[in-house]
């Protein structure tokens, strides 16, 4: 089955740095979704982008849908220690047909002290 | 408080065994989703359900089995034909029609002795 491209796959940055990620899919989404995990726990969503071209931001975060519709990223500013998790990307194609929502293959980030 | 509740949040069976995971949900959603996960891994789709009596295999659904009598509960079972089933299940609902975000519940770690 897809799953959706992520990269990187881990990232291990100073707190108060900046982070980016972006996800890739070789078919188009109509809806990109951003996901943090905790260790143990469910994701929590964070972001929802529903159109080409989209900027959307929540606090800290921001995240884009990309013009292709094949790729989004999302980027994390001045970076704390509680943005340490694993983050998804998950593309819907529900208009199309596709009931399945598809995830990534997640980017662990890890801050040093 | 709505939301998706997962139980048990830790279950220990021995290999050959049949085991039933619990996923409720109280947010009146129409979709249900199980994934797994796997350490260092993305999420897999094992099987979703768009309505009540009806349900899909996603991309690894061997060795599982599902059901969906009421539109709150999709339990979830690994039957002994699921040849790695040792890992961390996750359920997930959304709303039927349109793109929509999916909301997870906390999760069942599943091993097998």
């Known amino acids: 089955g897809q799953q959706l491209n992520q990269s990187p796959q881990s990232m291990f940055i100073q707190e108060g740095e900046d982070v980016s990620m972006n996800c890739t899919s070789s078919?188009?989404?109509?809806?990109w979704l951003w996901y943090k995990q905790d260790p143990g726990e469910g994701p929590v969503l964070l972001i929802a982008?529903?159109?080409?071209?989209e900027l959307t931001s929540n606090g800290r975060l921001t995240a884009q849908f990309g013009i292709t519709r094949k790729d989004s990223f999302l980027n994390i500013s001045a970076s704390i220690p509680s943005d340490v998790g694993i983050y998804f990307c998950a593309g819907d194609a529900r208009s199309f047909g596709n009931e399945k929502l598809t995830f990534g293959t997640g980017t662990r980030l890890t801050i040093i002290p | 408080d709505g939301g998706i509740t997962q139980s048990p949040k830790y279950l220990f069976r021995k290999e050959g065994q049949n085991v039933t995971l619990s996923c409720e949900q109280n947010?009146?959603?129409?979709?249900m989703y199980w994934y797994r996960q796997d350490p260092g891994q993305g999420l897999r789709l094992i099987y979703y359900s768009q309505i009540v009596n009806d349900f899909q295999k996603g991309d690894i659904a061997e060795g599982y089995s599902v059901s969906r009598e009421k539109k709150e509960s999709f339990p979830l079972t690994v039957t002994s034909a699921q040849k790695n089933p040792t890992a961390f299940y996750l359920c997930a609902s959304r709303t039927r029609g349109g793109s929509t975000e999916a909301f997870f519940g906390q999760g069942t770690r599943l091993t097998v002795v």
């Open positions: 947010l009146n959603h129409d979709a």
């Open positions: 078919s188009i989404f109509n809806t």
């Open positions: 982008l529903y159109k080409a071209g």
